[in-house]
């Protein structure tokens, strides 16, 4: 039978602007299997940053429930919260808040080191992996010293370091250019593969989402599965 990783709820989001209701996500069910590579898309403003905030715990959906392998999130306290983000959950986004005061490879292996790894194989397992997203050359360089898709790959190198069972992901791919972007491609899918690891990917790049085993939209609130993309 299918591992059902993520599963959402009837999860509804409100948000209160300058007076007013306005629904942003309207009773949302939606589930990932164990091993899903799922493509969100949707029109500016339709809600999927809200959306991905909610999964990842980041922000509180106004009703429903959230379950990340089988555990409704919105049960847990903050810091309960903060400890099953760092167990379960990897997150690649447009801001990616690397430490600047850090190099490559010590945000790398940041995760690592949270999860009581020795900081002798943290080291070796970033490199490893920051060699896998071309970056091998610049290991020793604070975000600083590096261009805005180095950055990105940086981060994605963070969110996978640990093999987090749930990746989401915010336009992963956008900063970069098509050779990096499909080497990162190419990259979360062999993860995919070997590890099962999920995905939920919000793009505006078609030809991205074409490559996930399925396709989601986000219209009027509501999440609808996408069968056929033109
Ligand atoms: N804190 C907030 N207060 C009020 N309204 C908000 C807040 N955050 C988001 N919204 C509104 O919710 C809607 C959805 O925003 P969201 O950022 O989730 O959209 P999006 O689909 O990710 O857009 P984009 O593709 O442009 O990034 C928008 O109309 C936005 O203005």
């Known amino acids: 039978m299918n591992n059902v990783v993520l599963k959402c709820e009837n999860v509804s989001k409100n948000y209160l602007d300058a007076g007013n209701t306005v629904q942003v996500l309207n009773e949302i069910n939606f589930e990932v299997l164990e091993g899903e590579m799922v493509a ?36 847990l306290s903050r810091s309960k919260q903060a400890d099953f983000r760092n167990e379960n959950l990897g997150f690649i986004y447009q801001f990616h808040h690397l430490l600047m005061e850090f190099t490559a490879l010590e945000n790398v292996a940041m995760p ?21 997203v071309g970056l091998g050359h610049r290991i020793d360089h604070r975000p600083s010293a590096l261009s805005g ?33 499909e080497l990162i491609f ?45």
Do not use: W
């Open 40 to 75: 969100v898309l949707g029109s500016s403003g339709s809600g999927k940053s809200t959306l991905l905030h909610i999964l990842g715990t980041l922000d509180t959906a106004s009703a429903g429930h959230v379950y990340i392998k089988s555990q409704d999130v919105g049960l």
């Open 112 to 132: 690592l080191l949270i999860k009581g790894l020795k900081p002798n194989e943290a080291s070796i397992t970033a490199k490893a992996l920051l060699e896998r």
């Open 149 to 181: 898709g180095e950055r990105q790959r940086v981060a994605i190198a963070r969110a996978l370091v640990a093999e987090p069972a749930l990746i989401l992901a915010d336009e992963p791919t956008g900063n970069l250019d098509k050779q990096n972007g």
């Open 186 to 230: 190419d990259l979360l899918r062999e993860l995919n593969k070997t590890l099962k690891t999920c995905f939920v990917v919000v793009t505006h790049d078609l030809a991205l989402a074409k490559k996930m085993d399925r396709i989601v939209k986000l219209e009027d609130g509501k999440l609808i599965e996408v069968k056929d993309l033109a």
